[in-house]
């Protein structure tokens, strides 16, 4: 569903991603593990558009998206979630939702998503910025969903989120891909909360991978090696 090959990126002089190159499959969830600093959010924000590439072809579904323009690569199926969630805070629930409806067909928030989302239904006509963390990232995510996403990405989702709303975080996403025939790419440094939801990891270091596993063959201790500072 999404291929990178020999994505350069660099941040102001610097190159920060190193000639990187993968896939992830349909309905997979795929985990970019790795420290602050490494590369991670250069990465996710180079696949939206954001940052351009310096060299490098990016994939959605046999479609090249590489060059496009960021609205361009989510009308090609990529949807975004940032660290840090970026919900409009003085918008309600329910606005905030329909900003992301914007190159879907329909103009009405899927009913779906509220079923995903119930607490989201709760709160519709309450402001976005007096939400809990935990709350503005699954409103962030529900955003992301209604444009009807084949790749949705999602960095550092579990980052200021109390232990069980990450649980909550979790059991969503997993139910996502029951429903949708959905990729999820989902940068993060929470080990248990990867293992709750991943089907592959890849650690990546000074913007290079250095260790690949799916999550049967998982090495727990070697992996935290890599995650710690």
Not at 8 to 14: P, R
Not at 30 to 56: D, E, H, Q, Y
Not at 159 to 173: F, T, Y
Request: overall charge negative; charged content about 25%; hydrophobic content about 40%.
């Amino acid at each position: 569903m999404l291929q990178v090959d020999n994505l350069h990126v660099n941040y102001g002089q610097s190159e920060i991603i190193h000639g990187l190159s993968f896939d992830a499959k349909h309905n997979e969830t795929l985990a970019i593990m790795g420290r602050n600093g490494m590369g991670k959010t250069t990465l996710f924000k180079s696949l939206i558009g954001v940052i351009p590439s310096v060299s490098g072809e990016v994939k959605v579904d046999e479609t090249m998206v590489s060059g496009l323009q960021s609205f361009e690569r989510v009308g090609n199926g990529i949807a975004y979630v940032p660290q840090g969630r970026m919900i409009f805070p003085t918008l309600s629930v329910k606005e905030n939702i329909e900003t992301g409806l914007e190159t879907s067909k329909s103009k009405k928030i899927p009913d779906e998503i509220y079923d995903l989302f119930p607490v989201l239904l709760e709160m519709r006509n309450r402001k976005g910025g007096n939400l809990s963390g935990g709350q503005q990232q699954q409103l962030a995510i529900a955003r992301a969903l209604v444009s009807n996403p084949k790749v949705l990405l999602l960095d550092e989702p579990t980052e200021g989120i109390q232990p069980s709303i990450i649980k909550d975080i979790a059991k969503v996403l997993n139910d996502i891909r029951k429903l949708r025939d959905i990729t999820i790419i989902v940068s993060e440094q929470v080990l248990s909360f990867t293992l709750e939801i991943a089907d592959r990891l890849l650690v990546i270091e000074k913007g290079k991978f250095v260790h690949e596993d799916l999550r049967e063959n998982v090495d727990e201790a070697k992996i935290s090696k890599y995650l710690s500072v």
